[in-house]
């Protein structure tokens, strides 16, 4: 009989990591497969989504300026950037990039080029309107909303639509000046 070769702990948390991937994926899978069967118009669906993730992000940005250890962005810019390169790859695994600035550094794409959220995902014909990772949009929003910042974030275009990335639209439509609580007399 052919000797086991003894795994290395990082061979054994890599695995676990991919396991741990591909259940969400299929659990995200799963949650949209039932809210099209429960709410039957896309249109709900593709709200109901944004309101799930907007409800995420509100509570995610605790941990995330927890784990991040990011201080607070100089502006709109920086932000983006850190959705982009920090906050990606803490919850997905994966890094996007911005650009589109507008003049004034408020509107930006975000792309995503590797999605673990649509691995396994193919929309058939008649689910063409779903915008199936609506999530994503509301949880930057929720985010966003919890540091001052009120965004609008829109899908400009779909891998799974046949475009060729995914590229989300994020639009700072005011930010509100935070107030120290307490006054210093
Ligand atoms: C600041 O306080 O100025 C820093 C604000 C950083 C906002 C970061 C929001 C993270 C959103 C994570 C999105 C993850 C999507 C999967």
Redesign the pocket.
């Known amino acids: 009989m052919a000797p086991v070769a003894p795994r290395t702990g990082d061979a054994i948390f890599a695995n676990i990591e991919r396991v741990n991937a591909e259940l969400f994926t299929l659990t995200y899978g799963a949650i949209v497969r039932q809210l099209l069967t429960d709410l039957e118009e896309v249109d709900e669906v593709n709200k109901q989504l944004d309101q799930m993730g907007y409800n995420i992000?509100i509570r995610?940005?605790d941990e995330?300026?927890a784990k991040?250890n990011?201080?607070?962005?100089v502006d709109f810019r920086?932000?983006a950037d850190?959705?982009a390169k920090?906050?990606?790859k803490?919850?997905?695994g994966v890094t996007a990039s911005v650009t589109n600035w507008d003049a004034e550094g408020t509107t930006c794409s975000i792309i995503l080029e590797d999605n673990p959220l649509v691995d396994f995902v193919e929309l058939p014909d008649n689910y063409q309107g779903l915008y199936y990772c609506n999530i994503?949009s509301g949880?930057?929003r929720g985010?966003?909303d919890m540091?001052s910042?009120k965004a609008e974030v829109t899908w400009l275009r779909d891998a799974l639509r046949g475009d060729d990335v995914f590229e989300l639209q994020v639009k700072l439509l005011k930010q509100v000046p935070e107030e120290y609580p307490y006054k210093d007399d």
């Open positions: 992000g995610l940005i995330f300026l991040s990011v201080s607070r962005c920086e932000t850190v959705i920090v906050g990606f803490m919850f997905l994503l949880v930057i985010a966003l540091v910042m």
